[in-house]
């Protein structure tokens, strides 16, 4: 590496934020990738700046523009709702870009329309390469590329990932800085017997040799527990998680059946404990590529028995799903969860999952179903009714491919809590759907 030119760009982050305007577009990254100390210095410039918009995705940390009432400094533009997007949503200061995950350039030319570009990165390579990180090679390598200036936040706790559009090079920089702060991390999900059922129903359908794609939440969580005892599965998916990995180290995954990337883990990014991120670092075994490349439907079809597993908060009795936003309100994002849906039924014996408990309890603490008539006003669907194929409760696991209308719901129906069965019978019979 070129120690001088690295010299010569670093700087600090409240530098580089002093050189942001008013009316500029800033991105600061996502998930596991999230430049903070440069954001943070950028937010301390509140009572400098008007109408910069902070484009991020999945901010697991909040900041000062996720606040409501922060004033006129930061609107915050994203595609997918986080802890800390989801504080703030003033139509006056945020903005929701609706997005399938495979087709996240149009996010990036538009709703991000980078001016900066804030990326945290690994540590540069003997070539000055650094690495986009666990959570950067979804676009980043694409953002750079569209970006006019281009900031690196290097940080030793990123750990260097093999796989495509993974790699951005010092000179491409215009600043470096540098923080070495610890990533962030996420939980593994608890689950409970519910949640113990529903994966059980589901553990049948997955052979061995079967290919995942599994989504977050305490099912994919009990899931990982159960597959302890099937053989040479693979992984196509979108997130990486702690329960991968140990599954990877019991020899559970092998990737030998794999159509697409065979030998090899194939994931978007990695979320998780630091041990993750830590057994991400140099790891050949891994290859970590964008969501045009994993989330393709063409590419997650060619591994044959692929089983994709989605959760949801609700299923109305049209068979649609509803997985992103509780009426109005905007509680995460339609992410990857209908690539996978379709790409899955795609594949030689591939399957599709929508796993929902069948009820939860409200804030009065009565309990609720999430086998419903119709969903809220303003409530988004993210997978067509066209499109689903299996749907699991703890009390079933039906293929709803090829059903009819009526069909469907009383399916559904079945598969509802008891409590609340003849209540959606009523109210089907009263909308004319059986």
Excluded at 24 to 39: D, R
Excluded at 244 to 271: C, D, H, Q, Y
Excluded at 399 to 423: T, V, Y
């Amino acid at each position: 590496m070129d120690r001088s030119l690295y010299n010569s760009k670093l700087t600090t982050p409240e530098y580089v934020a002093s050189l942001v305007k008013n009316g500029e577009h800033v991105y600061i990254g996502q998930t596991s990738s999230i430049a903070y100390a440069l954001a943070e210095a950028l937010m301390a410039r509140e009572g400098e700046l008007e109408n910069v918009t902070i484009a991020s995705s999945n901010v697991t940390r909040p900041l000062l523009c996720h606040s409501p009432g922060h004033g006129k400094a930061f609107k915050v533009n994203t595609f997918f709702c986080g802890v800390g997007e989801r504080i703030v949503q003033d139509p006056d200061v945020f903005s929701f870009t609706p997005v399938l995950i495979s087709q996240d350039r149009f996010w990036c030319e538009r709703g991000a329309a980078p001016d900066w570009c804030f990326l945290e990165v690994s540590p540069p390579d003997e070539d000055g390469n650094c690495c986009l990180g666990p959570g950067g090679i979804t676009h980043h390598y694409f953002l750079k590329n569209i970006s006019k200036h281009i900031v690196l936040q290097v940080n030793r706790n990123t750990p260097y990932i093999y796989g495509e559009e993974n790699l951005v090079n010092i000179s491409e920089a215009e600043y470096i800085v540098e923080s070495d702060a610890p990533l962030c991390t996420v939980g593994e999900p608890e689950f409970d017997d519910t949640l113990k059922s529903i994966s059980d129903l589901i553990l049948e359908h997955i052979p061995d040799g079967a290919c995942l794609q599994l989504g977050i939440g305490g099912v994919a969580g009990a899931l990982g527990q159960g597959l302890m005892e099937r053989n040479d599965l693979g992984i196509h998916t979108e997130m990486l998680t702690d329960s991968m990995m140990r599954l990877i180290e019991n020899g559970n995954i092998t990737n030998s059946r794999k159509g697409f990337l065979p030998g090899l883990t194939a994931a978007v990014f990695a979320f998780g404990s630091t041990e993750l991120y830590r057994y991400c670092d140099h790891n050949r075994g891994l290859y970590f590529a964008p969501y045009h490349t994993l989330n393709d439907i063409n590419n997650i079809a060619k591994n044959p028995d692929m089983i994709s597993i989605n959760t949801a908060f609700s299923v109305d009795l049209l068979c649609q799903v509803s997985a992103e936003s509780i009426g109005y309100r905007q509680y995460s994002g339609t992410g990857g969860q209908l690539d996978y849906v379709h790409g899955a039924q795609m594949a030689e014996r591939g399957k599709s999952f929508i796993a929902i408990p069948s009820t939860y309890t409200d804030k009065k603490g009565q309990l609720q179903s999430r086998i419903v008539l119709n969903f809220p006003a303003g409530t988004a669907v993210t997978t067509p009714r066209t499109e689903v194929q299996y749907v699991a409760t703890e009390y079933g696991c039906v293929n709803m491919k090829g059903l009819s209308r009526g069909d469907k719901c009383r399916e559904l129906i079945r598969m509802a809590h008891p409590q609340f069965r003849d209540q959606l019978t009523e109210q089907a019979k009263e909308a004319g759907l059986i």
